[in-house]
């Protein structure tokens, strides 16, 4: 007798997806104040595909009129005369963008791009003026490897860094990688690029994104660095050896600073191969290793190159004791929720700052919870008792 999921799956199969792979990463924006525009969405409004359409135009451009005069009511008829001389005399049938996002169905209404993003920072202000979110809108970001890399690429584009990426990862996505990458079951399989790709386009769908699915090789790294013009900084996160140490040969080559977060006691790397030409790949740690000799190294030849990279000294004991595990009683080295998301937001930080002109200066630094959330750097005693 056949496995009943064999049964299943011969006369459901329509409804099994076990592709690894899907073309459905990048949304479809339909411009109101476009006809040819608006015939395409009356054809898809007729084709039966969405599942839902969510329109909020109304109580966007109320709140950007409050966003813009935060003194005024959020409400009552000033807001509603403010949004009337705003589309003056437009029709709301024809202004702003409807996104279709054909992996959840879903079809979004949204204001026009400079107005969304506009809206869509505007908490930021004033730790990032709005002079500053703009300039950091034209800015070019390559993020390599989408574990780590996830959370920093998501990070980057909600806090609007960066208008334009780059992601690359050869993999999909795989249940061990949910202790750490914010997904769920249904992504199961997904190339990691895409993951990220759809979650960066739901939080701005006015993005500029480039995948790399194949990964970064010595046939495209070139490519990744300089393609449609050349990146202003490179996130690496990957855990390749071999990709770590070509794409700071390539950028140092292109003048291109490298970021990197090891998840692991909060160590951001910075590489500012922008402003030192001559700087050494990895600090000068690995010697004059060249990225050809690492490539197909066994797991208990590259410990030593690891050690140098990540730095014995820097790493956690549980890390440092897990790496001679790795090929015997693990597959890779162990990498935890809070701390990826925690080493997100440390490289978005550094990024911001490096797009911005302000001083960021080659090295390591740590920002490391085990020493910070100690007795010596507690800030006040007990809570006083209540009752």
């Not at 390559?142 to 690429?153: D, Q, T």
């Not at 300089?226 to 140092?252: F, H, M, Q, S």
């Not at 004991?317 to 597959?331: D, F, N, Q």
């Amino acid at each position: 007798m056949r496995p009943v999921n064999d049964r299943l799956r011969q006369e459901l199969g329509i409804l099994f997806d076990t592709s690894s792979r899907s073309p459905d990463w990048r949304p479809t924006l339909f411009h109101l104040s476009r006809e040819d525009d608006r015939r395409s969405l009356h054809e898809l409004l007729a084709s039966g595909a969405i599942r839902r359409v969510h329109d909020t135009l109304d109580r966007q451009l109320r709140q950007l009129m409050a966003a813009r005069d935060p003194g005024m009511p959020p409400a009552g008829d000033e807001v509603a005369r403010r949004v009337r001389q705003h589309l003056a005399g437009r029709d709301r049938t024809e202004y702003g963008v409807f996104v279709w996002y054909p992996w959840s169905g879903l079809l979004v209404r949204a204001l026009p791009a400079e107005e969304y993003r506009e809206l869509r920072t505007d908490r930021n202000r004033y730790k990032i003026t709005s002079e500053e979110q703009r300039r950091l809108a034209g800015k070019r970001v390559g993020v390599v490897g989408l574990s780590v890399g996830n959370a920093a690429a998501v990070t980057l584009a909600l806090e609007g860094v960066g208008g334009s990426y780059k992601i690359a990862d050869f993999d999909t996505l795989d249940l061990t990688n949910l202790n750490r990458i914010r997904a769920g079951l249904p992504d199961l399989g997904l190339d990691k690029t895409v993951l990220a790709a759809r979650q960066m386009f739901e939080v701005d769908p006015y993005l500029h994104i480039e995948r790399y699915s194949a990964g970064i090789h010595s046939g495209n790294v070139d490519d990744f660095l300089l393609a449609g013009g050349k990146l202003d900084v490179v996130i690496e996160e990957c855990d390749d050896l071999y990709v770590k140490v070509a794409v700071r040969e390539r950028a140092r080559a292109h003048g291109i600073p490298v970021l990197m977060n090891t998840s692991d006691r909060g160590l951001l790397d910075v590489e500012r191969f922008d402003l030192e030409p001559d700087r050494p790949v990895f600090h000068g740690l690995v010697g004059d290793v060249r990225a050809e000799e690492l490539k197909g190294l066994a797991a208990k030849d590259k410990l030593p190159f690891v050690l140098a990279v990540f730095g014995e000294r820097l790493l956690s004991p549980r890390m440092l004791a897990s790496l001679p595990e790795v090929g015997k009683t693990i597959s890779s080295w162990p990498q935890l929720a809070s701390a990826v998301s925690l080493g997100a937001g440390i490289v978005a930080d550094a990024a911001r700052r490096l797009l911005l002109g302000e001083p960021l200066t080659s090295g390591r630094y740590r920002l490391d919870p085990d020493m910070l959330v100690t007795g010596e750097f507690r800030m006040h005693g007990d809570p006083v008792p209540q009752g």
